[in-house]
């Protein structure tokens, strides 16, 4: 027996699910209800959810019961409950991307992503509040509302554009919820909430029925309170979609069989230049750690340059590939609407209004002759090590108090995993350290191109050989 109580349920990993399913400890419906339950008890503060979806959840937590005791288990995933951010098409609810806006657009079916996580028997919990038309970084929404970091009863910013899902994880309302990627949408929440956040390649994650921000570097990926669980939802997730013209063609990966394998041998470099600009101190001394960490784990640990990150930084048309895709998309809206827009998401998306074609191919130039030039530099590495974010998460009323005092913060919030994105690199984040506030800190592990198992590899040695996934905020305040 596992001799986990319904009391441990809120924060049991995925494999500690599956774990006590498998042995009668608990069951998915009293896990299912017992997280709708915490749902109504603590997101009326944390606003982690913009919908919860009760009686699906209780039906499919039924279901999966009834498969469990007829023998009919589907895999490690089955009975476990998550949930999904609100650019995912869900059967019969609204996809508003963040606005009220789209609050009639009522989705026929469900995306891939749904698809294939229903496939694999888990329980959806409902969808969960992001950034308008998922273009922030730092989480904020003034139209639906900023879901509250759970680690400060002050609130602090939460990370974007995967807000909600950062929070519903972090709080224990949910073990696992997808999110996604385009600047840092999944990485930056996760370092912020202080849980594991997995940047997948375009092109390993079909991304058919997810509400666009730019085509070109949109990724899926999840939050989880785990490297295993990420590297779970991952392998369930993974795949080609015909739907999805990026993973034609795209063949999935063992990622399990080499996740316990440690990383005697392997070599990680800590990425120097630009990533430490400006970093917080506490945040610097934290990753720093994290690489003597790496060393006595039998890694060779070194330091290296990226030159792609500093001419990456300095190429400015690489900008527009975002902002020329998200106007693009959202044009009828941003001309029909523009005043009813979020201010901090309506600014980048008039400078998008203002690119050239000249502009976009440009970027799209550029980004290519990176991706293909960093794999020179990275030829004889294993992994980077950076800090996600460079600043912790800031009081909400510091960073909002103007739009000037927003975007002053970006650079801190989104520098280190945007460029990611234009390398096509993937990643994990997971915590290496708390600040003396006891504000989550962030660890970034990039790996190569569809080397998603080097990444969760990697992460997963660094996770097993420290604690700090398994500290929990403090919600006394939430109730």
């Not at 959840?57 to 039924?62: D, K, R, S, V």
């Not at 609810?93 to 229903?118: P, S």
């Not at 509250?148 to 709080?171: C, F, K, L, M, Q």
């Not at 060393?295 to 330091?303: D, I, K, N, T």
Request: glycine share 10%.
């Amino acid at each position: 027996m596992s001799d986990f109580s319904l009391a441990d349920a809120p924060y049991l990993t995925l494999v500690e699910l599956g774990r006590a399913y498998r042995d009668g400890s608990l069951s998915p419906v009293e896990v299912t209800e017992h997280l709708l339950e915490r749902i109504d008890t603590y997101d009326g503060k944390l606003h982690a959810f913009i919908e919860p979806t009760r009686e699906r959840a209780l039906a499919e937590a039924a279901a999966a019961e009834a498969a469990f005791k007829a023998g009919l288990e589907r895999g490690p995933l089955h009975g476990i409950p998550y949930a999904v951010k609100d650019l995912y098409d869900v059967k019969g609810l609204a996809t508003t991307a963040g606005t009220h806006l789209l609050e009639d657009n009522i989705a026929g079916a469900d995306c891939a992503a749904v698809e294939r996580l229903a496939a694999a028997g888990m329980v959806l919990l409902g969808k969960t509040h992001t950034v308008q038309f998922a273009l922030g970084i730092i989480g904020v929404n003034h139209d639906h509302g900023t879901p509250h970091n759970p680690w400060h009863e002050t609130p602090h910013v939460p990370g974007g554009s995967s807000s909600g899902s950062a929070v519903a994880v972090a709080s224990g309302l949910t073990p696992m919820a997808l999110g996604s990627d385009t600047g840092g949408s999944v990485r930056a929440p996760a370092a912020l909430c202080g849980t594991v956040g997995l940047k997948t390649t375009v092109g390993r994650i079909g991304r058919h029925g997810v509400f666009p921000l730019c085509w070109t570097l949109d990724s899926v990926g999840p939050l989880t309170r785990s490297v295993e669980d990420a590297a779970l939802v991952y392998d369930a997730l993974q795949g080609e979609d015909l739907r999805d013209e990026s993973t034609r063609g795209v063949a999935p990966h063992d990622v399990l069989r080499t996740l316990r394998g440690g990383v005697k041998g392997l070599r990680i470099a800590i990425g120097e230049g630009s990533f430490f600009d400006d970093a917080d101190p506490e945040v610097e001394a934290a990753v720093r750690e994290a690489g003597k960490v790496f060393g006595a784990l039998g890694a060779r640990v070194e330091s290296i340059g990226i030159p792609e990150v500093e001419r990456a930084n300095n190429t400015p048309e690489l900008r527009a590939i975002i902002l020329a895709e998200a106007v693009t998309l959202n044009q009828r809206l941003i001309e029909e609407h523009a005043d009813q827009l979020d201010p901090v998401v309506l600014q980048p998306l008039k400078t998008g209004q203002g690119l050239t074609a000249v502009q976009y191919a440009t970027g799209l130039r550029a980004a290519r002759q990176l991706q293909a030039d960093v794999l020179d530099t990275l030829r004889d590495v294993d992994a980077v090590l950076v800090p996600t974010t460079r600043i912790p998460a800031r009081p909400l009323a510091q960073v909002d108090a103007s739009i000037e005092s927003y975007f002053e913060h970006y650079p801190g919030y989104l520098n280190n995993t945007l460029v990611g994105n234009y390398l096509n690199l993937c990643g994990v984040a997971l915590p290496c350290g708390f600040t003396k506030g006891g504000l989550p800190i962030g660890l970034l592990v990039y790996a190569k191109p569809f080397q998603e198992d080097v990444a969760l590899r990697v992460a997963r040695a660094y996770e097993q050989a420290t604690d700090w996934l398994t500290r929990r905020p403090d919600l006394s305040w939430a109730r």
